[in-house]
């Protein structure tokens, strides 16, 4: 079994989108497939040690589910599913998608439900990234001044994307139990 799973909701496909890029820097050994949270299990979540978990914000601030008028369930509908799970031991890296110029009030703020989950659940969660290079008027996704983890904006700095994404794998890389970032040459 890979040693890292990794599990996102969606409604647009920008979040899986991103799932699969940072899959695609991994060995299947490294990390599982990437999962949509509508097609995932309890014990399917339960059973990795580590896990990175994406988000998109949608609306005022949503979690994505049938109430943020997405198509199929996501987030919203399996957090009650897994209320059960123990993440002692477990450490969560998240990553979460928003729009920093049309919703500059509730930027990546989705990422803090998950955030409050996993902790409230025993989980350490890695990975918080700077607030430095966005522009945004508040969010909810902050915890001693920065993301509680890795803020993409696909709408305003896809350009960026990649060169984030790199740069944060490589933070988690000590806490996730990587010697090295091992991405796969492309």
Not at 6 to 35: H, L, S, W
Not at 39 to 58: N, Q
Not at 103 to 119: G, H, L, W
């Amino acid at each position: 079994m890979a040693k890292i799973g990794i599990f996102f909701g969606t409604d647009t496909g920008k979040t899986r989108k991103v799932a699969k890029m940072i899959k695609n820097r991994f060995d299947d050994e490294t990390m599982a497939k990437p999962v949509n949270v509508n097609r995932a299990s309890l014990e399917e979540i339960s059973s990795y040690e580590y896990l990175i978990l994406g988000t998109p914000t949608l609306g005022e601030g949503l979690l994505p589910g049938l109430s943020a008028d997405c198509e199929s369930e996501s987030w919203e509908e399996f957090l009650p599913q897994v209320e059960e799970v123990d993440f002692t031991g477990k450490t969560v890296a998240i990553y979460g998608l928003g729009d920093q110029v049309g919703y500059t009030d509730e930027f990546v703020d989705a990422m803090m439900e998950i955030y409050e989950f996993v902790t409230e659940r025993g989980g350490k969660v890695v990975g918080a990234w700077p607030t430095d290079g966005y522009e945004f008027e508040h969010s909810e996704a902050l915890l001693d001044g920065k993301f509680v983890g890795l803020a993409l904006d696909l709408d305003n700095q896809a350009g960026l994307t990649e060169a984030r994404l790199d740069s944060w794998l490589a933070l988690i890389a000590d806490d996730f139990g990587l010697p090295e970032v091992h991405a796969k040459a492309s």
